[in-house]
């Protein structure tokens, strides 16, 4: 079960929607990420519950990221884009 949109990891039940999507059916859940916020303990702490989370890879540079992504102030996109 993926989950997609514009940012789904911003979403503040994000942990209760990966919650509720693993109870309702065996299919493993997985939310699509740019990756700009999982710098966040709380979001790692959030995704623990997903089988998998599937990064974006769109561009190979941190300009571009930025211009793409849009990621929060705090994260870094060189950080992102670097691994």
Not at 25 to 54: H, K
Request: proline share 10%.
């Amino acid at each position: 079960m993926t989950f997609l949109g514009s940012a789904p990891l911003l979403h503040a039940r994000l942990g209760e929607m990966l919650r509720a999507g693993k109870a309702m059916s065996p299919i493993p859940v997985a939310p699509v990420t740019n990756g700009s916020p999982v710098f966040r303990v709380e979001m790692r702490e959030e995704l623990a519950v997903a089988d998998a989370v599937l990064p974006t890879r769109d561009v190979g540079s941190a300009e571009p990221y930025g211009h793409l992504n849009h990621p929060t102030r705090r994260s870094r996109s060189t950080g992102t884009c670097s691994g």
